[in-house]
């Protein structure tokens, strides 16, 4: 068996992912559009490395606008081609279909966030499910990872690692 992502950076991992290990992976995300963009990067990621996705993570965000929700809502056609021919960000037809079709969907529920706090906690098979029918081109990995990222689910961090306890100490922690 692998590290674990916090020994993987304890041993001195790439710059990128001890900068989001240490300060995103596992914190509660603060609007809308941040756990918006957190659910694009993992469906992003799928088949490609986290490196990978953190090093093209500017370009992400100019190329769907800050992912603004209501912004990459109302993307048609000519948007939907700009994405697939801009080398800065990951060009796959089902994935950027993927990040409007979401868009839409969420912009739809009213508040993402209230959708997740509505239905927490629940298990990572109860999650999966639901994400299935509620979104597109959310499979188990992408959606474990998108929930342990963002403090839903537990297991961000090992409980040796001083994040773990930076975030069980915040008020608004893991396992909500």
């Keep these: 068996m692998g590290l674990s992502y916090c020994a993987a950076v304890r041993q001195g991992m790439d710059q990128w992912n001890t900068h989001y290990h240490n300060t ?3 914190f509660p995300l603060a609007t809308e ?3 918006f963009e957190r659910l694009i990067l993992e469906i992003n990621q799928a088949g490609l490395s986290w490196l990978t996705i ?3 993570r500017d370009a992400f965000r100019r190329a769907y606008d800050n992912f603004d ?3 990459v809502a109302a993307y048609g056609e000519q ?5 697939l021919a801009d080398a800065g960000i990951i060009r796959n037809r089902l994935k950027v279909n993927a ?9 739809a529920m009213g508040s993402f966030r209230n959708f997740l706090d509505a239905h927490h906690p629940l298990d ?18 992408i959606v474990n990872e998108f929930l342990v990222s963002t403090g839903y ?7 040796d690692c001083p994040v773990y306890h930076q975030i069980i100490g915040s008020t608004s922690g893991p396992q909500r």
């Design 24 to 26: 995103e992976y596992g």
């Design 33 to 35: 559009d941040e756990l």
């Design 54 to 56: 953190l090093k093209k």
């Design 69 to 71: 929700i209501a912004k």
């Design 79 to 83: 948007d939907r081609a700009r994405l």
């Design 99 to 107: 990040a409007i079709e979401n868009a839409r969907r969420i912009q």
């Design 124 to 141: 990572r098979h109860a999650w999966t499910k639901l994400f299935k029918k509620t979104f597109v081109f959310t499979g188990g990995e």
């Design 153 to 159: 689910l537990p297991g961000a961090h090992d409980p």
